[in-house]
């Protein structure tokens, strides 16, 4: 196995070591290798050529970026042809899941995927491929 060896701030190795112990992890290493994994089966989903079906998931948290909101509609906007379904949820106070169905093919998934992980405010983005005939 290699070893690779990275800088992480200490305000995010405290709250790895949380998660490490709330998630039930072995070590430290282990809840990495598997937020790594998660990262490159994303990547892997994108890189396919084939048309399918996306559900690209945002979770948002405009309390500190007013416009993160408004920034992403543009964004699904400029997407149109491909969209399928948009639905913006608020979660709680200025949280929000924005859940966008495509049907496209994987490089406009993977284009609308980098625009929103752009965004200031967006937290977290999930990709899910779903396959059919």
Do not use: W
């Amino acid at each position: 196995m290699t070893i690779i060896s990275i800088s992480i701030p200490d305000v995010l190795v405290e709250k790895i070591d949380e998660a490490v112990g709330i998630l039930g992890y072995t070590s430290r290493s282990e809840f990495i290798r598997e937020a790594i994994r998660k990262r490159v089966e994303e990547a892997e989903v994108l890189r396919s050529d084939a048309k399918s079906i996306f559900i690209i998931m945002a979770l948002s948290d405009h309390s500190k970026y007013k416009a993160s909101d408004a920034k992403i509609l543009e964004i699904i906007h400029s997407y149109q042809p491909d969209i399928k379904a948009f639905y913006h949820l608020i979660i709680r106070d200025f949280l929000c899941l924005n859940i966008a169905i495509i049907e496209s093919f994987s490089n406009i998934a993977f284009n609308l995927v980098r625009e929103l992980r752009s965004v200031r405010g967006v937290i977290d983005i999930q990709v899910y491929r779903l396959r059919y005939p």
